[in-house]
T-cell receptor, first 116, second 113 residues
């Protein structure tokens, strides 16, 4: 149980294009979803937290107009990297929790983004 | 600043030996969690220990928490080559409507067959 999927698992795109990453909870309703970014050999950094039906709460230093998050249903959240640039290349990981506060998060397998 | 700081940063042991990893943090917490990440993959939740707990076991894993020292340790007994991965501690701070995990930098564990 508690499986979270991400799609795509990897994506290569040209600079200036937008990329959408999907995060789905497969066997539970995700009241809260989280998006993280991880650079090579570094830790996970929280980008934003979203509750279903509400606007996402972004961490300091994360541009909300660049990283659009939509948590439209209890099983799906999307992260859109708009006008991607090479410095946006990273490993993006989502997590989901069935609890409002989000204690114990179930992580997706991650999406590797390479912007050329 | 980083909430969770693990040490050592890298650990190499022989299969069958025990591996001990430490994590220190700075602020008060609701709970502390340990995760494993295989190279290029997502995170696997290993164990959660609450602030009012001192020790917890799960299979070959033993986690301790000392809130007075703001530190935790993860012990993996009888290690296997499959335990080779990066291990992260993450703290869930007090307050806020949503849980907010702050991850440490991670420990790279290599278990030699």
């Amino acid at each position: 149980g508690a499986v979270v999927s991400q799609h795509p698992s990897w994506v290569i795109c040209k600079s200036g294009t937008s990329v959408k990453i999907e995060c789905r909870s497969l066997d539970f309703q995700a009241t809260t979803m989280f998006w993280y970014r991880q650079f090579p050999k570094q830790s996970l950094m929280l980008m934003a937290t979203s509750n279903e039906g509400s606007k996402a709460t972004y961490e300091q230093g994360v541009e909300k107009d660049k990283f659009l998050i939509n948590h439209a249903s209890l099983t799906l959240s999307t992260l859109t990297v708009t006008s991607a640039h090479p410095e946006d290349s990273s490993f993006y990981i989502c997590s989901a929790s069935p609890w409002v506060r989000g204690e114990t998060q179930y992580f997706g397998p991650g999406t590797r983004l390479l912007v050329l | 600043s980083q909430q969770g700081e693990e040490d050592p940063q890298a650990l190499s042991i022989q299969e069958g030996e025990n591996a001990t990893m430490n994590c220190s943090y700075k602020t008060s917490i609701n709970n502390l969690q340990w995760y494993r990440q295989n190279s290029g993959r997502g995170l696997v939740h290993l164990i959660l220990i609450r602030s009012n707990e001192r020790e917890k076991h799960s299979g070959r894993l033993r986690v301790t928490l000392d809130t007075s020292k703001k530190s935790s340790s993860l012990l993996i007994t009888a290690s296997r080559a499959a335990d080779t991965a990066s291990y992260f501690c993450a703290t869930d701070g007090i307050g806020g409507a949503n849980s907010k995990l702050t991850f440490g930098k991670g420990i790279t564990l290599s278990v030699r067959p």
